[in-house]
């Protein structure tokens, strides 16, 4: 048996509860089979793979809070510092019913490799907890931010660990939880990215994964002889990731035509409006029926969750998709509509929206695919950006930052499409991105022993 299945069976029978996790790990295993070859006996004497896929640690808590009618509530805390051989532990954090520790593990990992790509130096963790902040007032928002941070303050720090923020975790969240590190901590240090500007936060960190996604995918359309201009894209998801991503895209001369939440699906043919969608999302919290009742053009499609959300965004014709919502969004039936639909690209702007079935259909089709560990990594790059002006006490301009993000993805781009081609799987975008993340993480771990 090789060591690369070896070792996946191990994992497999160390977190068979855990189904995102082993999706991850297998996808990534998979398509690092070349380069462990390559290197068997050292990897193998180095226990390079099972190290990589154990965390370093995996804190879970209580976290126990008072409701607006004065009822203790509990939820289950969670943080993964996942492997930090090139920086501190870096990875946002979850707020949403569905977060358990299979879930964390998978983003965790996920992370390892995509901070590797963006240059900078972060190794990868994530966290969060099943709190569901959906029709939370602002004072339970905040009595539950205060009591997650006051457990897992005891655990980070701005060279040790820097949480951000993920689906559910946004710029208000992140500022209770600075608060109450200070108050504990009795110190004010960068322990926190996507901070607000008046305390830290970098310009551009809101925008940043989104246009990062965006600036990705016009590089891989520039080096397929074609361009944004004209295109028509659809979008999945109504958040952070999402807007900014139609935002950019249209910038770009494409046109986007949809966008979904948890309930459902909007489909307007003439051009999402993105500063409606702004208000509706980022001011009123609402539902997308409130862009729907403001907007003659959309067509509004109500979808219970059971019935995976926004799914029906796959169906409208599109050149590209870009997934911006959750994990296994966009499964092989999804894929399928997009081939015969004629869609040319997919990008993904959330973690792992594609199961492993749908990604391998598209990019056996002719699909450029690229995976959300590349596609999606100006957010913690940024991130990372946020942690250096941090550091020198100094904040850049929205140009600046803009600039340096937008230099990132386009290398990482040339980065991964140059492993792919060096291990002879040239337009195979996963794994190109698996094996350059990994290179940079496997050399610093060797150099530094066996911890
Ligand atoms: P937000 O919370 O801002 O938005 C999430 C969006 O996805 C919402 O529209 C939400 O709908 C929808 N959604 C979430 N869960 C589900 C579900 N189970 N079924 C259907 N729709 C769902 O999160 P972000 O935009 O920040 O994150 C989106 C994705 O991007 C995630 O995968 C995240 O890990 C990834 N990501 C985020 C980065 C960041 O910087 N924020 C960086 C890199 C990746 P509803 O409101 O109804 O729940
Ligand atoms: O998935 C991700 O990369 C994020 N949620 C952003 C993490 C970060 O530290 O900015």
Request: charged fraction near 25%; hydrophobic fraction near 40%.
């Amino acid at each position: 048996m090789s060591y690369v299945d070896e070792v996946l069976e191990l994992v497999k029978k160390k977190n068979a509860s855990e189904p995102e996790f082993l999706q991850a790990v297998t996808e990534v295993l998979n398509s690092l089979r070349p380069v462990v070859e390559a290197n068997e006996e050292l990897y193998k004497k180095n226990a390079i793979l099972e190290r990589i896929t154990e965390p370093d640690r995996q804190l879970m808590f209580r976290v126990p809070w008072v409701d607006d009618k004065g009822q203790v509530q509990v939820n289950r805390g969670f943080r993964v510092q996942f492997n930090n051989a090139i920086g501190p532990y870096k990875g946002g954090l979850r707020l949403h019913p569905s977060v358990n520790l299979g879930i964390i593990k998978f983003l965790g990992f996920e992370q390892i490799f995509k901070n590797s790509l963006t240059s900078l130096p972060i190794g990868g963790g994530k966290g969060g907890s099943d709190f569901d902040p959906k029709g939370k007032s602002d004072r339970e928002i905040m009595a539950f931010c205060q009591s997650f941070m006051t457990e897992l303050c005891k655990y980070i720090g701005a060279d040790v660990d820097v949480p951000a923020g993920d689906i559910g975790t946004g710029a208000r969240e992140i500022g209770f939880m600075f608060g109450q590190y200070k108050r504990i901590r009795g110190m004010f240090e960068g322990v926190l990215t996507g901070k607000g500007l008046t305390y830290g936060g970098s310009l551009a960190r809101t925008e940043a994964t989104g246009y990062g996604l965006l600036y990705l995918t016009e590089e891989l359309m520039k080096c397929h002889g074609e361009s944004m201009q004209g295109k028509t894209v659809v979008v999945s998801g109504a958040g952070n990731v999402a807007i900014y991503a139609a935002q950019k895209a249209q910038q770009m001369g494409a046109k986007v035509v949809t966008c979904s939440d948890s309930t459902g699906w909007i489909y307007d043919p003439e051009g999402i409006d993105v500063a409606l969608l702004k208000e509706v999302k980022e001011v009123k919290r609402a539902r997308l029926t409130e862009y729907a009742a403001a907007r003659k053009s959309a067509q509004y499609h109500e979808v219970s969750a059971a019935d995976r959300g926004g799914a029906g965004v796959w169906q409208i014709k599109c050149d590209i998709a870009l997934p911006c919502a959750t994990q296994n969004e966009l499964l092989i039936e999804d894929a399928k509509q997009l081939v015969a639909n004629g869609c040319k690209c997919v990008c993904e702007g959330a973690n792992m929206p594609t199961t492993i079935e749908a990604t391998e259909y598209l990019q056996n089709n002719g699909v450029w695919f690229v995976g959300g560990k590349a596609a999606n990594a100006g957010g913690v790059a940024t991130s990372a950006l946020e942690m250096s002006q941090n550091s020198e006490r100094l904040s850049w301009s929205f140009e600046e930052v803009d600039a340096k993000l937008k230099g990132i993805m386009v290398n990482i781009y040339h980065n991964i499409d140059d492993a792919a081609k060096r291990y002879g799987m040239e337009g195979n975008y996963v794994a190109g991105a698996n094996i350059a993340g990994f290179e940079k993480v496997v050399n610093a771990m060797l150099a530094q022993g066996v911890c």
